[in-house]
């Protein structure tokens, strides 16, 4: 192959992910999900954002890009429709064959790019499990989400189905208990499906924040890719 560009490992033919593979070990998986994000982003909003920001990060950094998981736990989000969830067990057994069948076809440095909130749980089980054999969010539908959206996929964003707010009214944030997680909280505090201030997001800021995240991601994966774990032994 010649130059560099997004490639993503579902539009390429098998002798093409061979030949990638010589020329770059690094894979991205966008994690993401199925959820809703209040009544004016897709429940695909995490999916979106992530793939749309894993395509930055390859065109900066060589990397091929797996097919985006829209799949994944959810279970503090099944009290609202469009939710699908799906149990950890089953997503820490995908996250092991995923990563071993990247590591089959030459990717042997996995990044998995979280943008699902909960989701660290499970891949940090996969990476303890991993090492244990040897192997080598802001808010929710909020200004930073919505924002992201309009910069990847604006067609889907409807901010014309939020309801308008009262003059001097903030932020839209959940109360929880300090330094606690519980999952009541969230069913409790967020009827509304989202929290912050989705009605100031742009797309402009949506570029800002996709340029950023890029930006970090580029940085940690070149640490990865300069990383040998026997160098110091």
């Not at 395509?55 to 994944?72: G, V």
């Not at 990247?102 to 979280?114: D, E, H, P, Q, Y």
């Amino acid at each position: 192959m010649t130059g560099w560009a997004t490639y993503k490992w579902q539009e390429l033919s098998g002798p093409e992910v061979a030949a990638l593979a010589q020329e770059t070990q690094v894979a991205i998986l966008p994690i993401g999900c199925v959820e809703m994000h209040g009544p004016h982003l897709p429940t695909g909003t995490d999916s979106f954002q992530t793939e749309g920001i894993a395509e930055m990060i390859a065109l900066r950094e060589p990397a091929i890009i797996l097919p985006t998981l829209f799949y994944n736990i959810n279970d503090e989000m099944t009290c609202y429709p469009g939710t699908i969830s799906i149990s950890p067990e089953l997503m820490a057994r995908l996250y092991e064959e995923l990563c071993c069948e990247a590591a089959r076809n030459g990717f042997t440095k996995i990044i998995l790019l979280i943008g699902h909130g909960g989701s660290q749980d499970v891949t940090q089980f996969i990476h303890h499990s991993f090492l244990q054999r040897r192997l080598e969010e802001q808010g929710h539908g909020c200004e930073v989400e919505t924002s992201l959206v309009l910069r990847f996929r604006p067609d889907l964003v409807h901010l014309d189905r939020l309801e308008s707010l009262p003059d001097g009214e903030g932020p839209y944030y959940p109360k929880t208990v300090e330094n606690a997680w519980y999952t009541i909280d969230w069913l409790r505090q967020v009827p509304k499906g989202y929290v912050g201030l989705p009605h100031i997001a742009t797309p402009e800021k949506g570029m800002r924040l996709a340029e950023l995240i890029a930006g970090e991601c580029v940085r940690v994966i070149r640490q990865i890719k300069a990383y040998d774990p026997g160098r110091d032994r």
